[in-house]
C-alpha cells in the first residue's frame, strides 16, 4: 500500500523495505535506496526525511527535477579498511574498543 501511494505521488521508490510508525514523524516508508519519506495520508501529501538533518521536506516533482540533491539517498556505510574490527573480541586495530554506529532516529 505504502509503494503504490508513493509512485502515485511520484516518488523514485522502486521498492519499500519497511514502513515504521514513530511518535515525532508518524508513518516513515524507507525505499530501497535508504531514503525515508513521511506519509500524510490524509493529505495526500509525501515529505522527505533527510538523512543527516532529519528534517522534513514536502515532496515536490518539479522541485526533484531541478534540485535532485535535496533528496539525496544516505551514503551507504563502508568499512574502512584501516579500522578492521576483530569480530572475536569486538576490538579495532591497536586494542581499542569499538563504538557503536549511530542509527537514524
Excluded: N
Aim: glycine share 6%; aromatic share 8%; proline share 7%.
Amino acid at each position: 500500500m505504502a509503494l503504490q501511494f508513493l509512485q502515485r505521488l511520484s516518488v523514485p521508490c522502486l521498492s519499500v523495505l519497511k514502513v515504521d510508525h514513530t511518535d515525532d514523524l508518524g508513518e516513515v516508508a524507507t525505499c530501497q535506496d535508504g531514503r525515508e519519506w513521511i506519509l500524510l495520508w490524509v493529505e495526500g501529501e509525501i515529505a522527505f526525511v533527510h538523512p543527516q538533518t532529519r528534517e522534513a521536506y514536502r515532496w515536490d516533482l518539479k522541485v526533484y527535477m531541478s534540485h535532485s540533491e535535496i533528496y539525496l539517498a544516505p551514503k551507504p556505510v563502508t568499512p574502512d579498511k584501516t579500522q578492521k574490527r576483530d569480530a572475536r573480541h569486538g576490538e579495532m586495530p591497536g586494542g581499542r574498543e569499538a563504538s557503536p554506529v549511530a542509527t537514524s532516529q
